[in-house]
């Protein structure tokens, strides 16, 4: 059993509010003889509350400056923007949001695994579906694509002056050397 307090490093939070959720501190709670959840589950994880207190009381400390920030801010008008829309395919959340508190799983899609680490994580009731476990697997996931397309992007270079081939750390580079960039700018202003 479960000692530790949760801390940020195993959760993903998003506008101020914890949506995913380590297994580790969980009960299991099953349903009564002839009932089921929502989604047809037998059973529920049910977040052990001494072990999350610790982190919700920190993130109600810094919920005041949350409604202060741009991400906030960005949240709202987007939340603006929705309310507009004629269509939608999934119901608004809740606006304003909600002070953070202990959360609750999402009965309906059980145990998930992260995409980057393949560690188990449970999602919170009313947030969709995710992928990563935690803020600091998404931001790696997201660098690694983004990784992955500039370095495409520099692949295959060579040098405009000699025709060798360069080894670029930025994209727009044209040259092998500094040699090779003096020789095309002096050719080019002679």
Do not use: D
């Not at 998003?14 to 003889?33: D, N, W, Y």
Request: proline share 8%.
């Amino acid at each position: 059993m479960r000692r530790k307090p949760v801390s940020h490093e195993e959760v993903r939070i998003m506008g101020g509010r914890v949506v995913t959720m380590p297994p580790s501190a969980c009960k299991i709670k099953h349903a009564p003889e002839g009932y089921c959840f929502v989604g047809g589950a037998t059973y529920c994880y049910e977040p052990i509350e001494r072990l999350w207190r610790p982190l919700v009381r920190q993130l109600r400390k810094e919920w005041p400056r949350y409604l202060e920030s741009a991400e906030y801010r960005a949240r709202k008008q987007q939340h603006e923007q929705r309310k507009r829309m004629i269509y939608r395919r999934r119901p608004l959340p809740p606006w304003p949001p909600v002070p953070p508190s202990i959360p609750r799983h999402e009965y309906r899609y059980g145990t998930r695994r992260c995409q980057r680490c393949g560690q188990a994580f449970l999602l919170v009731r009313g947030e969709g579906i995710g992928r990563y476990c935690t803020n600091a697997c998404a931001s790696k996931a997201r660098t690694a694509g983004r990784t992955a397309k500039r370095a495409e992007a520099r692949a295959g270079r060579v040098c405009q002056v000699c025709g060798e081939a360069i080894e670029a750390f930025r994209s727009t580079k044209l040259y092998c050397s500094t040699k090779c960039r003096v020789a095309e700018h002096r050719a080019a202003h002679a």
